[in-house]
């Protein structure tokens, strides 16, 4: 287990649900794929997500996850990187879902 969090630290985050609209893998990157993630009144952003080779583009596209969309921008391979997609951390990453279908930006939490 890492170490604790106060309450306080954690209710920082915040994670919301976003529809990827465009997928692509980074060619000069043998992990990245650059999600383009609707999260309605908070806009579209760009998201960097070391999920592939295991995850295709057209896996996620059109379909809705969990993301964390206040960290601070991170460059990655020369690109920046505007949020984080939320995955289970196994031998297969999988990215986490809404249970039911939601608007884009809705709040989780």
Same mark, same amino acid.
């Given at each position: 287990m890492k170490q604790l969090v106060r309450y306080e630290d954690f209710a920082k985050l915040d994670l919301r649900v976003g529809k990827v609209v465009e997928c692509v893998r980074k060619e000069d990157s043998n992990?990245?794929?650059?999600?383009?993630?609707?999260?309605?009144?908070?806009?579209?952003?760009?998201?960097?997500? /070391?999920?592939?080779?295991?995850?295709?583009? @057209?896996? *996620? !596209?059109?379909?809705?996850?969990?993301?964390?969309?206040?960290?601070?921008?991170r460059k990655l391979m020369g690109e920046?990187?505007? /949020?984080?997609?939320?995955?289970?951390?196994? @031998?297969? *990453? !999988?990215?986490?879902?809404?249970k039911s279908k939601s608007a884009p930006g809705t709040a989780i939490g």
């Open positions: 992990k990245l794929l650059r999600l383009t993630v609707d999260f309605g009144a908070e806009g579209m952003r760009n998201i960097l997500s /070391g999920i592939y080779p295991t995850h295709q583009p @057209e896996d *996620l !596209l059109g379909k809705q996850f969990i993301f964390v969309i206040n960290l601070e921008p920046e990187s505007q /949020g984080m997609l939320l995955c289970t951390d196994d @031998e297969k *990453l !999988l990215p986490l879902k809404p």
